[in-house]
């Protein structure tokens, strides 16, 4: 069965830290991303990568980084955490295209 | 912006009948759709997709149509049950850019 797999699925952080969402794919996909979930605003994208080392911003790229240092592993890095950053973060991999075929059960995330 | 909008927060439908979940969107360019389900503490996972090329594709119970003059794709599940209940999130593309998600649509079926 294939699996996109994120470390945490709650995380409680506080303002001014530095965060790292960790998150795993076992289906040899090129393409990675991460989406923030909202209530009211859906799922926005706020980075992805089509190839390890490789990074391109999303709709909403401010106060995040990521790195994908390899070709399962894709992390997203809140910088310096900020009340707003307070989400449900959505790790996802896919083969072809900028469409994700399968997401991660997510991580709930609050900056306190 | 919001290039896809999904305007019904929810729906409740009973067991057997058919729900229909409803998507606008602005860009004329959008050319891939897809929807796409969420339960609560799960990722979402896909469901069903159209080209523009097609008004209407079906899976099972599944069937989604498009409208491309009036910028307007639905999702009709036929006959609905209970594991059916879950956030239903349509998505737009164009070519081979990134999906733009609507803000979705919580369906609730009950006996």
């Known amino acids: 069965d294939v699996k996109v797999t994120q470390s945490s699925r709650y995380l409680v952080k506080r303002t001014g830290e530095k965060v790292f969402l960790e998150c795993v794919q076992d289906?040899?996909?090129?393409?990675m991303f991460w989406y923030r979930q909202d209530p009211g605003l859906g799922l926005r994208l706020i980075y992805f990568s089509y190839d390890v080392k490789m990074k391109e911003k999303g709709d909403i790229p401010e106060g995040y980084s990521v790195s994908r240092e390899k070709k399962e592993r894709f992390s997203l890095i809140l910088e310096s955490a900020s009340t707003n950053q307070t989400s449900m973060y959505l790790c996802?991999?896919?083969?072809?295209?900028?469409?994700?075929?399968?997401f991660g059960d997510g991580t709930r995330l609050s900056i306190l | 912006d919001q290039q896809v909008k999904q305007n019904s927060p929810s729906l409740s439908v009973q067991e057997g009948r058919i729900s229909i979940l409803n998507c606008d969107y602005t860009n004329s360019m959008f050319d891939y759709f897809l929807w796409y389900k969420k339960y609560p503490a799960e990722g979402p996972t896909f469901l069903i997709s159209?080209?523009?090329?097609?008004d209407k594709n079906e899976d099972g119970r599944f069937t989604v149509f498009l409208n491309k003059s009036a910028k307007h794709l639905s999702l009709h599940i036929v006959p609905s049950q209970p594991g059916d209940s879950a956030v239903y999130f349509c998505a737009a593309s164009w070519s081979t850019d990134k999906l733009i998600f609507g803000t979705g649509t919580r369906l609730q079926v009950f006996p």
């Open positions: 996802a991999s896919g083969g072809e295209g900028l469409q994700p075929q399968h």
């Open positions: 289906m040899d996909h090129e393409n």
């Open positions: 159209i080209s523009s090329i097609k």
